[in-house]
C-alpha cells in the first residue's frame, strides 16, 4: 500500500515537473548540449554541425531482413532477438575492433562507453528506456576510427545523427546501428522515481525486461529485489504512454521510414502470428 501511494505521489510529481519545465525552459531536467560553451573560441562549429540546425542525411529502406539470435539464452537476456549482441561480438571476435553503446552504472545511471572485451558487452543488453549520457564518447569513436579500428556504435537515431554530424566524413572501418526509438524520459525522472520506492538495499542495475517480457525489475548485487509488470509499474506506465519524454521527441525528425543510416534494429511483434516461418 505504501508502495502504491509512493509510486502515485511520485507519478503526481512527475506531472508537475513536467509543466513547470514547460513554462521554464532554463530548468532543464535532461541533458543538453551546451553550444554556448564553443561559442565562446568564435568557431560556431557546434551551431553549424548541429543535426537540429541542420538537413539530416536520410537513406529510404530498401530491404528489411527480420532476424534472432539462434542461441536461446542469449535472445533471453536481450530485449528483441539479441542481434545486438550478436554485431558486437562480431567486432570484438572477428574484425579485433571496438564497441560503443551503454549500460547503467552502480548509480543507476545510463552512461555510453567503449569496450573492445567480449565479457564486458553484456552490460549493453536490453532497452534502458531512459536517457543515455553520452558525454565525451563521440571524441573515442573518432580516436578508434582514425587509428582504422573497425568500430561499432549502437544508439537512439539522434545519437547516431550527432556522431555522424561530429565526424565531418564517412569513415569504412563504422558501422552504426540506429534503434527504433520514440522517445526517453530524463535519468532525473528515473532518479526520483527509485528513490521513491524506498528499497531496502542499494538497487545497482535495473532492466524493462523479464519473465513476461516487459517488466520493471531491480537488481542489488544481481539478487532480484523489485520486479513489476509494465501494467502496473507507474514509470513503466508513463513511459509506454508518453508521458514524460525529452521535450523534442515529441516532435523528433528521426521518427520516421527515412533512417539516418543503413541499419537500424527493431522489434518485429507479433511476427510470428502473421508468418508461420517465425
Ligand atoms: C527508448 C527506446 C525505445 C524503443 N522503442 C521501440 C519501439 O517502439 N519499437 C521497436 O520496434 N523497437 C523499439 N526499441 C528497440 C528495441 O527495444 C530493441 O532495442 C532493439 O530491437 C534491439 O534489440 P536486440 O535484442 O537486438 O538488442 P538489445 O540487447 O536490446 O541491445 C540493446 C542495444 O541498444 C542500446 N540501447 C539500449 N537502451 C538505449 C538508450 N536508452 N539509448 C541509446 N542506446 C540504447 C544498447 O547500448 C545496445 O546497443 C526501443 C529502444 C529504446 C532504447
Ligand atoms: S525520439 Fe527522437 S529525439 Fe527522442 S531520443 Fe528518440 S531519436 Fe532522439
Same mark, same amino acid.
Given at each position: 500500500?505504501?508502495?502504491?501511494?509512493?509510486?502515485?505521489?511520485?507519478?503526481?510529481?512527475?506531472?508537475?515537473?513536467?509543466?513547470?519545465?514547460?513554462?521554464?525552459?532554463?530548468?532543464?531536467?535532461?541533458?543538453?548540449?551546451?553550444?554556448?560553451?564553443?561559442?565562446?573560441?568564435?568557431?560556431?562549429?557546434?551551431?553549424?554541425?548541429?543535426?537540429?540546425?541542420?538537413?539530416?542525411?536520410?537513406?529510404?529502406?530498401?530491404?528489411?531482413?527480420?532476424?534472432?539470435?539462434?542461441?536461446?539464452?542469449?535472445?533471453?537476456?536481450?530485449?528483441?532477438?539479441?542481434?545486438?549482441?550478436?554485431?558486437?561480438?562480431?567486432?570484438?571476435?572477428?574484425?579485433?575492433?571496438?564497441?560503443?553503446?551503454?549500460?547503467?552504472?552502480?548509480?543507476?545511471?545510463?552512461?555510453?562507453?567503449?569496450?573492445?572485451?567480449?565479457?564486458?558487452?553484456?552490460?549493453?543488453?536490453?532497452?534502458?528506456?531512459?536517457?543515455?549520457?553520452?558525454?565525451?564518447?563521440?571524441?573515442?569513436?573518432?580516436?578508434?576510427? +582514425?587509428?582504422? %579500428?573497425?568500430? !561499432? *556504435?549502437?544508439?537512439?537515431? /539522434?545519437?547516431?545523427?550527432?556522431?555522424?554530424?561530429? #565526424? @565531418?566524413?564517412?569513415?569504412?572501418?563504422?558501422?552504426?546501428?540506429?534503434?527504433?526509438?520514440?522517445?526517453?524520459?530524463?535519468?532525473?525522472?528515473?532518479?526520483?522515481?527509485?528513490?521513491?520506492?524506498?528499497?531496502?538495499?542499494?538497487?545497482?542495475?535495473?532492466?524493462?525486461?523479464?519473465?513476461?517480457?516487459?517488466?520493471?525489475?531491480?537488481?542489488?548485487?544481481?539478487?532480484?529485489?523489485?520486479?513489476?509488470?509494465?501494467?502496473?509499474?507507474?514509470?513503466? +506506465?508513463?513511459? %509506454?504512454?508518453? !508521458? *514524460?519524454?525529452?521535450?523534442? /521527441?515529441?516532435?523528433?525528425?528521426?521518427?520516421?521510414? #527515412? @533512417?539516418?543510416?543503413?541499419?537500424?534494429?527493431?522489434?518485429?511483434?507479433?511476427?510470428?502470428?502473421?508468418?508461420?516461418?517465425?
Amino acid at each position: 500500500m505504501t508502495r502504491i501511494i509512493a509510486q502515485v505521489v511520485w507519478l503526481a510529481i512527475m506531472l508537475v515537473q513536467k509543466i513547470v519545465y514547460q513554462w521554464n525552459i532554463t530548468n532543464m531536467v535532461f541533458y543538453h548540449q551546451k553550444l554556448i560553451q564553443i561559442h565562446a573560441f568564435g568557431c560556431n562549429l557546434c551551431s553549424i554541425l548541429c543535426p537540429i540546425n541542420n538537413d539530416i542525411d536520410r537513406n529510404e529502406i530498401k530491404e528489411a531482413y527480420a532476424c534472432f539470435s539462434l542461441d536461446n539464452s542469449e535472445r533471453k537476456s536481450s530485449s528483441s532477438g539479441g542481434i545486438a549482441s550478436i554485431f558486437y561480438a562480431h567486432f570484438i571476435t572477428k574484425k579485433n575492433g571496438s564497441c560503443y553503446g551503454c549500460s547503467y552504472d552502480e548509480n543507476l545511471q545510463l552512461k555510453f562507453s567503449r569496450s573492445d572485451n567480449l565479457k564486458e558487452i553484456k552490460k549493453y543488453k536490453t532497452s534502458k528506456y531512459s536517457q543515455s549520457y553520452i558525454g565525451k564518447i563521440f571524441k573515442d569513436v573518432e580516436k578508434d576510427l +582514425k587509428n582504422n %579500428l573497425f568500430t !561499432l *556504435f549502437i544508439g537512439t537515431p /539522434c545519437q547516431i545523427a550527432g556522431l555522424k554530424k561530429y #565526424l @565531418r566524413k564517412d569513415y569504412k572501418n563504422l558501422l552504426t546501428i540506429d534503434l527504433i526509438c520514440h522517445g526517453v524520459p530524463s535519468q532525473k525522472y528515473l532518479d526520483e522515481y527509485i528513490h521513491g520506492l524506498k528499497l531496502k538495499e542499494k538497487p545497482d542495475n535495473i532492466t524493462f525486461r523479464g519473465l513476461n517480457d516487459f517488466q520493471f525489475s531491480v537488481y542489488s548485487k544481481e539478487n532480484l529485489i523489485l520486479s513489476e509488470s509494465s501494467d502496473t509499474n507507474l514509470f513503466f +506506465k508513463a513511459f %509506454l504512454n508518453g !508521458l *514524460f519524454y525529452r521535450e523534442n /521527441c515529441y516532435s523528433c525528425k528521426y521518427a520516421n521510414t #527515412l @533512417r539516418v543510416r543503413r541499419h537500424y534494429n527493431r522489434r518485429f511483434l507479433g511476427i510470428r502470428t502473421r508468418n508461420s516461418i517465425y
